[in-house]
C-alpha cells in the first residue's frame, strides 16, 4: 500500500523527467535560436580537426553521474557550448572528408518533430503515419533511383546495416529459411565482392556465420572496378567444387573514389548462375537519378537489393541508411518472427510492421527527416543538389589542375583525389607519401579546409568528397592555394623528411 503522503505527491506526479509545457516553448525558442547562430556561425570558423582529447575531456569535465539533477535551461545551453566549440561541423562549407555529407535544415527539424511525437516504428499500430511514411520513403527513394517499384525496404541506422541485411536476404534466398533453424553449419558458401569492396561486408560475414573466408575478393582493374571476367572465373570454379554463391556485391560509388562496378556485365553472369546481385550504393546510389549518369549507376535497377545512405547524398542528418529489395518477402523471410506477445499480423493492405523486415524491434521515425527532404527538394531538387556538388568537384579538380605542383589521380562522381608534389623533388615515392601526411596533418591543424586520403597502388592521395549543399565555387577554388601553401611550409619545415613510423 501506498502511504497517503506518496498518493498525494502522485496525484500532481512532479517528473524529474518533466519540463512544463510552457518551459519546452521556452527553452526550445532559445535552443532553436542558438542553433540558428550555430549554423550561421559555421562557414566563419575554423574546421577544428586538430581537438585534442585532453582539451575535449578538460571540457566536458571526467566526472561521475551528478548526484542531483540541474536546471534544464542550464544543462542545455551547457551542451550548446559544448557541442559548439567542440565539434568538427560536416556542414562546413570546406569539409569535404570521408563522405559524411552536411545536414540539410529541414533534417534537422524533421528530428525535433520526430521525437515529439515520438512513434515507435516496429509496429503499424503504434506508428500508423509514421510507418506509412517510411513506406511512401522507401518507395519515393526507389523512384528517384530509377529502381522497379512498388518494392520492400526499410530505413535503418546506415550504410554499414543496410548492406548487412541485404546479405542476410541474399543467404537466406541462396541456401533457403532453413539456414534460420540450422545455421550454416559445414556448408562451404561464397560471396563475391571487389577487393574495393567497403569493410561492411566482413562484419556482414562474420555476424551471419559464413566467416570471412567465404568472402572472395575479386580484383579491380586500373578503374577500381571489378573484373567481371575474374568473377566469372571464381564463380565456376567454386560451384565445381561445391561451394554455394549466396551474393555477388557490387559497389556503386566506392568510399576511396566514387567508381562504379560493370553492374550489367556482372548482371549477366549473375543471371546464369542464378545468383542474388546486391549492390552497394550507399555513396553513389542517389545519383542514379541523374539523366546523364553512367549507365553502370543506373543498372542498380537489376539488382536484388540495393543499400543506400540518405544521411550522404540525401543530405538527412545522421543517421539514415536504407536497404530496397526486388521483393518484400524476401526480408521477412531472413527476419520475421511472429511471438505470442505480439499482436496478429492482420495482413490488410497498406500495412507494414517493420520489426518483421530487420533486426531491431523499436524503431525510431528515421524516415520523417528522410521524407522532408524528398518533399521540400523534389525529384528535380535532388538531382539539382547532386548534380552542383558533381559540377562543384569538376570546378575543384580543374583548379588543382591547373596548379603544376598539383597531381590530380582520379576524379569520379564528387571525389577528386590529387598530391601536392613540389618542382624537382628528390625523394622517393614513400617520401612523396610523408610529405602527403604531413601536409594533411598541417591542414587538420590549421582547419582551413578538411579533406581526407585515399591509397592507391601504395601510393598516399589527398582525397575531397564534395557530398554538402554549403559547398559554393569559392570554396572549392580557395583548395589549390590552401594546399600549396601548406606543402611549402611543411617544406620549408623539413618535418616530412623525418623518418616516418
Ligand atoms: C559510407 C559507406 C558505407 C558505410 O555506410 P555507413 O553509413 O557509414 O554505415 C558502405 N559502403 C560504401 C560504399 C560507403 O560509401
Avoid at 581537438?51 to 553521474?65: M, N, S, Y
Avoid at 562451404?188 to 556465420?209: F, M, P, R
Avoid at 577500381?224 to 571476367?229: F, L, S, V
Amino acid at each position: 500500500m501506498l502511504s497517503d503522503e506518496r498518493r498525494d505527491e502522485l496525484k500532481e506526479r512532479q517528473s524529474p523527467h518533466g519540463l512544463s509545457v510552457d518551459e519546452y516553448r521556452r527553452l526550445g525558442h532559445i535552443l532553436v535560436d542558438q542553433t540558428a547562430d550555430l549554423l550561421a556561425s559555421i562557414p566563419d570558423q575554423k574546421l577544428k580537426g586538430s581537438c585534442d582529447p585532453e582539451t575535449v575531456w578538460e571540457a566536458l569535465g571526467d566526472t561521475a553521474i551528478p548526484e542531483q539533477g540541474e536546471d534544464a535551461e542550464v544543462v542545455l545551453s551547457e551542451a550548446v557550448s559544448l557541442m559548439s566549440e567542440h565539434s568538427l561541423f560536416n556542414g562546413h562549407p570546406k569539409f569535404w572528408g570521408y563522405i559524411t555529407s552536411s545536414p540539410a535544415p529541414i533534417g534537422i527539424l524533421g528530428d525535433l518533430l520526430a521525437s515529439a511525437t515520438n512513434p515507435n516504428c516496429g509496429g503499424w499500430m503504434l506508428s500508423p503515419m509514421a510507418s506509412s511514411m517510411e513506406m511512401q520513403t522507401v518507395q519515393w527513394i526507389a523512384e528517384l533511383m530509377g529502381y522497379p517499384t512498388p518494392c520492400g525496404g526499410l530505413l535503418v541506422s546506415g550504410g554499414n546495416v543496410a548492406n548487412i541485411l541485404g546479405l542476410f536476404a541474399a543467404r537466406v534466398s541462396a541456401v533457403g529459411k532453413e539456414v534460420r533453424e540450422t545455421g550454416v553449419a559445414g556448408r562451404q558458401c561464397a560471396v563475391y565482392a571487389s577487393s574495393a569492396t567497403h569493410t561492411w561486408i566482413q562484419k556482414a560475414v562474420d555476424l551471419s556465420g559464413l566467416g570471412t573466408e567465404s568472402i572472395r575478393y575479386i580484383p579491380i582493374d586500373d578503374e577500381e572496378r571489378m573484373r567481371a571476367d575474374a568473377l566469372a572465373e571464381q564463380i565456376k570454379t567454386d560451384v565445381e567444387n561445391g561451394v554455394t554463391p549466396i551474393a555477388v556485391v557490387v559497389t556503386s560509388g566506392t568510399v576511396s573514389t566514387g567508381a562504379v562496378d560493370p553492374i550489367r556485365e556482372i548482371y549477366a553472369i549473375c543471371r546464369e548462375h542464378g545468383i542474388w546481385l546486391h549492390v552497394d550504393g550507399a555513396y553513389g546510389a542517389p545519383a542514379a537519378a541523374l539523366p546523364e549518369a553512367d549507365p553502370d549507376l543506373k543498372a542498380l535497377r537489376l539488382a536484388d537489393s540495393v543499400a543506400l545512405d540518405p544521411h550522404k547524398w540525401l543530405y538527412s542528418p545522421l543517421e539514415a541508411g536504407c536497404l530496397i529489395v526486388k521483393d518484400k518477402q524476401t526480408l521477412l523471410d531472413a527476419f520475421s518472427y511472429r511471438p505470442p506477445y505480439y499482436w496478429e499480423d492482420s495482413g490488410e493492405e497498406g500495412k507494414t510492421d517493420f520489426f518483421e523486415f530487420g533486426i531491431q524491434n523499436s524503431r525510431g521515425f528515421r524516415a520523417l527527416k528522410v521524407w522532408l527532404g524528398l518533399k521540400q527538394a523534389g525529384r528535380e531538387g535532388c538531382i539539382e543538389s547532386i548534380r552542383q556538388d558533381i559540377d562543384l568537384t569538376k570546378a575543384m579538380a580543374d583548379a588543382l589542375d591547373a596548379e603544376p605542383e598539383i597531381e590530380v589521380f582520379s576524379r569520379r562522381l564528387s571525389i577528386v583525389t590529387f598530391r601536392w608534389k613540389p618542382a624537382g623533388f628528390a625523394g622517393c615515392e614513400e617520401d612523396m607519401n610523408r610529405l602527403t601526411q604531413a601536409i594533411m596533418d598541417e591542414m587538420f591543424e590549421s582547419g582551413d579546409a578538411y579533406v581526407s586520403h585515399a591509397v592507391q597502388n601504395g601510393m598516399l592521395q589527398m582525397r575531397a568528397c564534395i557530398v554538402n549543399i554549403n559547398t559554393k565555387l569559392a570554396d572549392v577554388e580557395a583548395l589549390p592555394g590552401i594546399v600549396c601553401q601548406l606543402g611549402q611550409a611543411v617544406m620549408d619545415s623539413g618535418v616530412w623528411s623525418e623518418p616516418g613510423e
